[in-house]
């Protein structure tokens, strides 16, 4: 008789009822009382699962199973829950490992969907935590080789690139240094660039980063005519934002910015704004952030993320910061499941992002999209995997008159692959995380190469939280749920 | 499925897949119900052996009636049982320069 094993998933509790989450499939299943009962004998009775006593020999086979559960459940219900639970591959027989997972690049060439244009390496401010300029900084952008501002005509090429290597829809992306330093270029490139893709008949959008000092009426008037969707940077109250964010002669820049985002939110509604909040391990009151920039502010949605910074850092986050963040992280969560299940909206961005890849089943080779539908462009038009790394020789991918460096991103795509990172091959959250964010990594450790494992317990513990969110929604609020559905089949109806 | 229910997109997949794979069977002669039938290097080119039709006879056509013949060997991907050409008949379809003309001189060839 064949030893029944488990295979690997994530067991959770949402809305009274048991859930698994598969990996690497990344589907979600509501378990019935035979499947949780099944699960939890082939989980107990597993070899290596308890330091106890070796169990019996035949405990996990499934005539053992259907013993076990002989008083609670019939032996044709047992039999059922096992044969799903082997279909679905949460559990299998134990001398049957399944194949790995290919190894598979994606089909090149890929097309560029978003194009994130450094126009500055500039900037007005002096944020001490600042990847592009503090102590982690990747590239020289005081004395280095590349241009501080990125010149109209290799703006004008990048849109060429950009529209030459998209598909049918194509997004730009102004950052910086201070994107509005060089606000003269970002307004000749969106004029340029509307005219080429009509001419190309492709469909072209904008959007940006700011720190929002520079805000001018005239600025704030322009952005919202041409539907430039706008991410503020920004840390939350005046004594947080002013702890970091500061101008080069350490004057905090809460009271420059505050007037004029409200200003930018009051006249700019075609899109949605949201506010982009950097957590130190002095500023991790998540809560206290979020109101004031919801309700204070009045911003629609704000995203947060840990600084990225080499452990040594004084604001760097700690184990216990990263714990501290969870508890708060979820208490924000829990907030947003309860707005999102009477249909209100909440504005806490990061639960909404992870809510959407779960809903998909999103099981990613590849942690994020840099390098492959994702390119940053440096000021002087070198390409490169993102714009984290734009200027950098190092993470070079071509540049926009040449086109992508085809060698250099097929090279680079063979080694971050998912399946080379032994870490996390016997993680459940891989299919989510896979890895995490190329730059933090490379500032942490020396190399793109390696996963993020000083977050590994954060993000078990938030993608845990988000699958409860998820659970709950299926039960409480499965409409809310369809919508991401929707919009993505309107996203493909332009395609 | 019964004890397990589907919830995320990716789910529904896998209970699709698990579906499909347990469906049954189905023989090669059966015309497949859902898709186009184009049998390709069977009937759409001339090919000695293979002249019928999807519908018009020999059962579906990748059985051979008697024997694997000439087209079995060049354009399909049966692993025919014709002579071996490589090795002890490098000259089977020397006297067949198009098949449409020559197929009669296609000769039966004994181990030897």
Redesign the interface.
Known sequence: MMALARREFHLFQAAGRDFLYLVPSAAVFALDEATAAVLNAVTSAAPGSTRQAAPEPSACTEEGVVQTLAGRFDESTVRAAIGELLDVRAIGYEHQPDAPVPRMLPMMPFPLNTMVMNVTNQCNLACTYCYEYGEDKIVDTENGQQSKFMAESTALDSVEFLLKESGRVAHLTFFGGETLLNFPVLKSTIAYARRRAAELDKEIDFSLTTNATLLRPDIIEFLAENRVGVTISIDGPRDMQDKFRVFHNGAGSYDVVAPKIKELLRVHRSRPIGARVTLTSDTLDITSIYRHLTEELGFWEVGFAPVTTSPNQKYAIGDRGFDKMLGQFRALAAEFLEHVAVNKHHGFSNVKDTLEEIHKGVSKAYPCGAGLGLLGVSTDGDVALCHRFAGSDAHKMGTVKDGIDREAQVDFLQHHHIADKTDCSTCWARPLCSGGCYHEAHVRYGTTQRPNLHYCEWIRGWTDTCLQIYGELSERNPEFLARFDREEAKAEAVL | ???????????G???EH?AEQKKDVVALQRVPQLAPHFPLGCSLVFSPGWEADQNGGTAGLCQPVERDIFDCHIGCFWPAQVPDQLNHAPDWTGKCASAQKDWRKLDLVFPG
């Open positions: 499925m019964t004890h397990l229910k589907a919830i995320n997109r990716k789910a997949r896998v209970v698990v």
